[in-house]
């Protein structure tokens, strides 16, 4: 794989690189993309049940697709994609990961410094007193789970029509306006507002690279773009930024 010499200086060890992934980086591991044929569970899509009227509607359904995932994730490994991520925070000084993805992967590869800006499945938040559970039993043991105050947990992660954090918002808006070069690896970019990251960091200025199966509404504005596997691409990249050092 190519990468030219534009693309190796953009990762001067002085730069300031943010990565924004999405399910595509997770799909190695054998974690359900959202969009992809294997993004269906029974018949439903998943923006019918990540939301908080399809909970209210039947909390026991969307937990129920809460521990599917879980026992998928649960027995995946982090991937090369993950791991050569993992890498370049130990390589660049301003390094920040943002990514969409709730499973948690990116932690258990070592990536320190990151927003989960979507949440993380692992943990529960009561719905009466808003404190927040981590549990990673798989099964879990009653559906839906119960907070000891008794009244029900929710899944820690923002649902379709509901806002992202505003803390994180606000620190993953820095990231993006301060960036030098933002990677853009494995998403879709349709969910708002992260899909509108890449071209803000663009019109601040940043190098945009993007690594995705197939080409998004991103492929026509990053300054370039690359179309294979995560686990392929980011291993074989980081190899060459070593060698350039
Ligand atoms: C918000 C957590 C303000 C849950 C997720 C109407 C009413 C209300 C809101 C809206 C509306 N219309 C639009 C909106 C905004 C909405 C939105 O964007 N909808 C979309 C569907 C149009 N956004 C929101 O609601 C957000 N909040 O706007 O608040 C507001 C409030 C009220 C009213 C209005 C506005 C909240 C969005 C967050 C939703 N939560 N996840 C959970 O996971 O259970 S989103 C979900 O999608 C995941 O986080 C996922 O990461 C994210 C994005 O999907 P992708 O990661 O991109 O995954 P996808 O499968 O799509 O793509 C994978 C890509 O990888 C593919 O391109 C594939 O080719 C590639 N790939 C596959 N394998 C590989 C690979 N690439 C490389 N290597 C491989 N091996």
């Not at 521990?67 to 982090?78: S, T």
């Not at 820690?156 to 620190?171: I, M, N, P």
Request: hydrophobic content about 40%.
């Amino acid at each position: 794989m190519e990468f030219s010499a534009s693309i190796i200086a953009a990762f001067d060890p002085a730069k300031k690189i943010v990565v924004l992934t999405g399910a595509g980086i997770s799909a190695e591991s054998g974690v359900p993309t959202f969009r992809g044929e294997d993004g269906l569970w029974r018949r439903y899509r998943a923006e019918e049940l990540a939301t908080l009227a399809a909970f209210e509607a039947n909390p026991q359904l969307v937990w129920e697709w809460y521990d599917w995932r879980r026992g998928i994730i649960g027995k995946a490994e982090p991937n090369p994609g993950h791991k050569a991520i993992a890498e370049m925070e130990q390589i660049f000084p301003y390094f920040s990961l943002i990514t969409q993805n709730v499973d948690g992967l990116h932690r258990r590869a070592g990536t320190t410094r990151l927003i989960e800006i979507h949440g993380n499945l692992w943990q529960g938040r009561c719905v009466r007193e808003g404190r927040v559970h981590e549990d990673y039993r798989c099964p879990l043991p009653e559906i839906p789970p119960m907070c000891t105050c008794g009244a029900l947990l929710r899944p820690h992660v923002v649902w379709f029509g509901e806002s992202l954090d505003q803390g994180d918002l606000a620190r993953a808006y820095g990231l993006i306006e301060e960036c030098d070069l933002l990677l853009v690896v494995g998403t879709s970019a349709v969910v708002q507002p992260v899909a509108s990251f890449p071209l803000m960091a663009k019109q601040a200025g940043a190098f945009v690279l993007e690594v995705n199966m197939e080409p998004t509404p991103l492929s026509s504005l990053a300054d370039a773009s690359f179309h294979g596997k995560a686990g392929e691409v980011l291993p074989a990249l980081l190899q060459k930024i070593k060698g350039h050092r």
